[in-house]
């Protein structure tokens, strides 16, 4: 069983940046892929990005790919998403979700365990 909670969403000006956060307890930390999806008002959730269990690969969707980055501390349990070049287009509420042993799937019904949600307003 892990629990996540994702922090760091806000408003920003489109070209700003963000870090989201995402802290997960529960279970060994490393043994789980984690993945960042996002869903915008009435529009389907979608991938950004992914990093397999233990670290290393990542994975990111072509339309975040140069501007985000995700990245993962084992030690303190978390997983970062930084995002910078912000657009306008990117405003959703921003996802974190567990796959236990995982590659890093782009599939959002892959991942067991998903956080609440941080909303992320990027604005013109």
């Known amino acids: 069983q892990v629990q996540l909670v994702e922090t760091g969403g806000g408003l920003v000006q489109a070209g700003g940046s963000l870090r989201l956060s995402c802290a997960a307890s529960?279970?060994?930390?490393?043994?789980?892929?984690m993945g960042w999806f996002r869903q915008a008002p009435g529009k389907e959730r979608e991938f950004v990005a992914a990093?397999?269990?233990?670290?290393?690969?990542?994975y990111y969707s072509d339309p975040v790919k140069g501007r985000f980055t995700m990245s993962r501390d084992n030690a303190k349990s978390t997983v970062y998403l930084q995002m910078n070049s912000l657009k306008p287009e990117d405003t959703a509420v921003y996802y974190c979700?567990?796959?236990?042993w995982g590659s890093g799937s782009p599939n959002w019904a892959s991942y067991r365990y998903r956080g609440q949600g941080t909303q992320v307003t990027v604005s013109s």
């Open positions: 990093i397999r269990y233990g670290g290393g690969s990542t």
């Open positions: 979700a567990a796959d236990r």
């Open positions: 529960g279970d060994t930390f490393s043994s789980y892929a």
